[in-house]
């Protein structure tokens, strides 16, 4: 990506996503260790096993509940490593996920009861999309990528997990060379390219797939994908469906432990809606984080010409030199960003952020590093959302863009 061009335009998103997700873990780990997560939570359940055992009817009905919760986590650790590993490892490999694509087509295949106009519809779907997954794949990068990924998910899967049919293609002591098995996959797939997979597509219909069958990154993800399910995907989901039911009396078990608590529901992948307030915070010691940001920052950072995420475009550059904001700025300067006290999680970005009257003052879309472990512990002298201001959004469409006609279907409000 870093020395060329279209290979850092195909890969910016998948690059971002990943980036996002490390920073946001890294964040999660830090802010756990710091606000000692884990020792709170342990000396709450003391607390929890006293009270369950001064207390008959409790003892009789949760008495055992977190010795059960323990063991069903213990073994659901194993099988989610190994699930993590799939997805990470074996998935990770753009020629398997592009492999994966294709399992509904030979899933209808294989069907009594899928006509073949709808096999046909969904080869034509497939064929309609292709274009959009080649546009942003670079065969290079994966073939590179591809031994090293692989490797990992079989150096690391405990024995039991590992896939008997490709310890027998992939010896032992080869996990760390496996370019010689890669570069074969890769030189005989059809899905290197866009030209070949289509040619393959052309041959297939419902009632013959050999060529699918036959096609090596297809059949080596379909073999990985059965191992998969059959060892590790089965028991995880039985586990974790333990879990949740465990868990449901879990949370029953505290609302009689602590009567007066109040005990937020939880709204994630729902409508959720969050209050707070426009607020800084102090990370540590002698720190203190103002709530807003302006432009001004926008030049100290651009300065760093090591960091490519500070790069500004000159038109920006030049309009916050200059001054330029329009009727966005405040008191000479250009409102950016600002950080609040609402509780926000994982797809809370792009929603909007509204005052007390119900006006747009902004757009959620990060949260703060310490405050990413929100989801677990929450901490109301840390845990922070980040909002980019409206009159910096109006400001880039306005005067950066030149796209004021777009202000005409917008009702602005200046207090």
Not at 70 to 98: D, R, V
Request: charged residues 25%; positive net charge; proline residues 3%.
């Amino acid at each position: 990506m870093r020395s060329n061009e279209l290979d850092k335009i195909k890969y910016a998103s998948k690059y971002n996503r990943l980036s996002n997700y490390y920073k946001k873990w890294t964040g999660e780990s830090k802010g756990l260790d710091r606000f000692n997560t884990v020792d709170q939570k342990r000396e709450f359940e003391k607390r929890f096993s006293v009270w369950c055992k001064s207390d008959q009817e409790a003892e009789k009905k949760y008495g055992n509940l977190l010795t059960e919760l323990n063991q069903e986590y213990s073994a659901n650790n194993k099988l989610a490593a190994a699930a993590e590993l799939f997805t990470e490892a074996a998935s990770g490999i753009e020629l398997m996920t592009f492999a994966n694509y294709f399992m509904p087509l030979f899933e209808k295949a294989q069907s009594k009861t899928v006509k073949p106009e709808d096999f046909e519809a969904e080869k034509q779907r497939l064929k309609s999309n292709i274009g959009g997954w080649f546009k942003n794949y670079q065969v290079n990068a994966d073939r590179e990528i591809a031994p090293k990924l692989l490797g990992l998910y079989l150096q690391s899967l405990p024995e039991e997990y590992k896939p008997t049919f490709l310890l027998k293609l992939v010896p032992a002591n080869s996990y760390n060379d496996l370019n010689s098995f890669v570069n074969q996959l890769f030189e005989q797939s059809n899905f290197t390219s866009e030209e070949k997979t289509k040619a393959l597509l052309d041959q297939l219909s419902k009632d013959n797939i050999k060529a699918l069958e036959n096609e090596p990154a297809f059949d080596l993800w379909h073999k990985l994908l059965s191992a998969y399910t059959t060892t590790i995907q089965e028991a995880y989901q039985r586990s974790g469906d333990r879990i949740a039911l465990l868990n449901k009396k879990w949370m029953q078990a505290q609302r009689v432990f602590e009567k007066n608590k109040k005990f937020y529901p939880d709204a994630n992948s729902t409508l959720r809606l969050s209050f707070g307030k426009i607020k800084g915070y102090q990370p540590k010691n002698g720190v203190q984080y103002l709530p807003f940001t302006t432009a001004d920052g926008i030049l100290e950072k651009a300065k760093d010409t090591t960091v490519a995420d500070y790069k500004a475009n000159p038109h920006l550059i030049e309009l916050i030199r200059k001054k330029d904001f329009g009727i966005y700025g405040v008191n000479g300067k250009l409102p950016v960003a600002f950080c609040a006290s609402n509780h926000t999680t994982g797809g809370n970005s792009g929603s909007p952020v509204l005052n007390a009257y119900g006006q747009l003052i902004g757009t959620n879309f990060d949260r703060n590093w310490d405050g990413t472990m929100s989801d677990i512990s929450y901490d109301p002298d840390r845990v922070r959302n980040i909002v980019v201001d409206v009159r910096y959004t109006l400001f880039i469409i306005d005067k950066f863009a030149g796209a004021s006609h777009l202000l005409k279907e917008m009702k602005l409000v200046k207090n």
